[in-house]
């Protein structure tokens, strides 16, 4: 079953939706919702590149969006995996932020924000964390240097530690509030760090 690194993040739900494909139109639900596609219950099966069109509302509040997807892998008896190939960015950012805000809900206890200076080619900014994981963060900026590659970060993670020095990539971006980015240079003792500073928080 092949997988891909996810680009978006995603989470657990419970929402209905309805796809169409080759004039077909059937209902189900997502059992996962993520900025670049979903996770269906389909029982059937449905062969991997089959093209859909799907429509569902991220929470019952929201505009209903519409997209185009394509079928990248099945779980026998449990589902299907989507991917997104045409998504108005708006919607997208509208799944982005219901994530964010899913995430922050479930959490026990709300973790501190983290002051981060983000470096790039044409200077530095500094933007606060409340998201962090082994893999990566999210940095609450209103000015995301998309357009530079090689993007490096300093921040403390306010164990005693020295400064944790990260080169990462820009994953994703959430319009007018921040950008998602992944680690692809750290050293193994601040990746041991971050770990323990997760694991800390979760408790």
Avoid at 36 to 55: C, D, M, N, P, Y
Avoid at 60 to 69: G, M, N, W, Y
Avoid at 116 to 133: N, P, R
Wanted: hydrophobic letters at 35%.
């Amino acid at each position: 079953m092949p997988r891909t690194r996810r680009k978006y993040p995603r989470k657990h739900v419970f929402i209905p939706v309805e796809c169409t494909s080759a004039g077909s139109t059937r209902r189900t639900h997502a059992w996962t919702l993520g900025g670049g596609g979903l996770f269906l219950g389909f029982s059937e099966k449905i062969a991997e590149g089959t093209e859909l069109t799907v429509r569902f509302r991220p929470a019952p509040h929201l505009a209903l969006i519409e997209a185009k997807a394509k079928v990248r892998y099945q779980i026998p008896d449990e589902g299907v995996g989507i991917e997104f190939t045409e998504i108005q960015p708006e919607h997208r950012d509208m799944i982005l932020l219901q994530i964010g805000q899913r995430m922050a809900e479930k959490r026990r206890f709300p973790r501190l924000p983290l002051a981060v200076q983000v470096e790039h080619e044409a200077g530095s900014l500094i933007g606060i964390s409340k998201d962090i994981s082994m893999g990566g963060m999210f940095i609450e900026t209103n000015r995301p240097p998309l357009e530079y590659p090689n993007i490096r970060l300093r921040f403390n993670l306010d164990d005693g530690g020295p400064v944790v020095k990260a080169t990462v990539e820009v994953r994703y971006a959430v319009a007018s509030l921040g950008i998602g980015v992944e680690f692809t240079e750290l050293s193994p003792a601040d990746r041991q760090r971050i770990e323990a500073y997760v694991s800390k928080q979760e408790e």
